[in-house]
């Protein structure tokens, strides 16, 4: 039986602006919390967050930065189209898939027109330019082989200068219940370092400097993953729910030795985001079958950002109260090299830890009703829209009735969906689920 609930979202429950337009700031946004055993529900803000914690428990973020992965265009005879990158190909590197939307002409804002609602995309062939904004242009390389919505695409630069192509020629992927764009930095987390997210994983927006310092005073710790996270919909339902896209993802050493360290204590492995669920329980599946030592690690791509600096996971003294601590709804999250944020204090352990490969690696894992959990205990996620895929997700940590039960309070109480919206925290009680 599959988990998703079926409801109708009223429009009214769409969150159209970030938390700090609509006075908020951003720890303030509401957090249902379910218990995993019971499907009891409470409401509290997301700022209480490290006094529904107990010490000694994990909380596993992922450190991918959104990308401005929306394109205006035009091929070469001159057609009008949006390009939303889809997510970089996992095996191949360079290249990505893309959908490809048409144009309303003289819409002034093509992002208010849902996707459905769109004109037809142009047909585009093999071999095919398109040029975007800044000089960037790229080739179409033919359909993609799963996805029938989707393209391949090879940009004519790579690497660091795509990333800056996409800064001058694009923006944040927006949807039709977000009448007006934002800047990208309200698409970025307090975790984000590596560039590589199409959309941003929204389950991090609301950590702010203020909270990671709460939950470090408190003695729950804190590790990050990076998997590049692709785009939530192709536009088409049965693509949307068949089609699994090979992300790369990369669990640090640091990671895999602080989840191994907590659950051998005793405490929880909460997953910031689906996602993190995803790319810890993909490294577990590795560690069974393909421990280290007996062979290459999964996948064939390495971490995109070698160099890059990472929230730590060594634990630091407290920081000296030489002042008030920075706003908590400073409107640009800074950034992972930052000295004011909070390293984690978990358990460091001697030995290797098995529970997950670290590395990187390549997931395409689809976690529904009936996976069993490895790595993962709890999760803190949005609000997803009904049937979706991650909403199947959900079903690994619920039963359907208390997923629906959830679902109905949330409704009920006025939570708001999306990115910019409320969110979820499903925890086990300290004694397991």
Not at 178 to 205: D, K, N
Not at 381 to 397: I, M
Not at 405 to 411: E, H, K, N, P, V
Request: charged letters at 20%; aromatic letters at 4%; glycine letters at 10%.
């Amino acid at each position: 039986m599959r988990s998703a609930v079926r409801f109708r979202l009223p429009p009214e429950l769409e969150a159209a602006a970030p938390p700090e337009a609509r006075g908020l700031r951003r720890d303030h946004v509401r957090l249902l919390v379910v218990d995993r055993a019971t499907g009891s529900v409470g409401h509290h803000r997301f700022h209480e967050l490290p006094w529904l914690l107990e010490p000694g428990d994990l909380l596993v973020a992922n450190d991918s930065r959104t990308l401005p992965a929306s394109l205006l265009g035009h091929t070469a005879t001159g057609a009008p189209l949006e390009v939303r990158l889809a997510a970089r190909d996992g095996e191949a590197g360079e290249r990505w898939a893309a959908l490809v939307l048409g144009v309303p002409v003289g819409h002034p804002d093509p992002a208010l027109v849902p996707t459905d609602a769109r004109p037809e995309a142009p047909a585009l062939e093999a071999g095919e330019r398109l040029r975007f904004a800044g000089g960037l242009g790229a080739t179409v390389l033919g359909r993609h082989e799963e996805a029938g919505p989707l393209v391949w695409l090879a940009f004519d630069v790579g690497g660091q200068r795509l990333a800056e192509a996409l800064h001058r020629a694009g923006r944040p992927v927006r949807y039709a219940y977000v009448p007006r764009p934002w800047p990208l930095h309200q698409y970025q987390t307090v975790f984000a370092a590596g560039p590589g997210s199409v959309e941003m994983a929204s389950a991090g927006r609301p950590f702010t400097v203020q909270t990671l310092r709460d939950l470090r005073d408190r003695g729950i710790g804190l590790a990050t993953i990076s998997l590049h996270a692709g785009l939530s919909t192709y536009g088409d339902p049965a693509t949307d729910q068949r089609y699994v896209p090979a992300e790369p993802y990369l669990v640090p050493e640091a990671t895999a030795a602080a989840v191994a360290a907590t659950r051998a204590a005793g405490g929880r492995v909460v997953a910031i985001g689906t996602t993190v669920v995803r790319a810890l329980e993909t490294a577990a599946e590795a560690a069974a079958t393909n421990p280290p030592g007996n062979g290459p690690p999964l996948g064939r791509v390495t971490d995109p950002e070698p160099e890059r600096s990472r929230l730590s996971t060594t634990p630091l003294p407290p920081p000296a109260a030489t002042g008030p601590s920075p706003p908590a709804d400073d409107p640009s999250p800074p950034a992972a090299t930052d000295p004011s944020l909070p390293a984690a204090t978990h358990p460091q352990p001697s030995p290797p830890a098995t529970l997950l490969r670290s590395g990187p690696g390549i997931t395409r894992l689809r976690i529904g009703p009936g996976h069993r959990l490895v790595a993962v205990d709890g999760l803190l996620t949005g609000l997803h829209e009904p049937e979706a895929s991650h909403l199947d997700l959900l079903g690994a940590f619920l039963d359907r009735a208390a997923l629906e039960r959830a679902y109905g309070a949330a409704l009920s109480s006025g939570y708001l969906w999306h990115e910019f919206g409320d969110v979820c925290l499903l925890l086990p009680s300290r004694s397991g689920s």
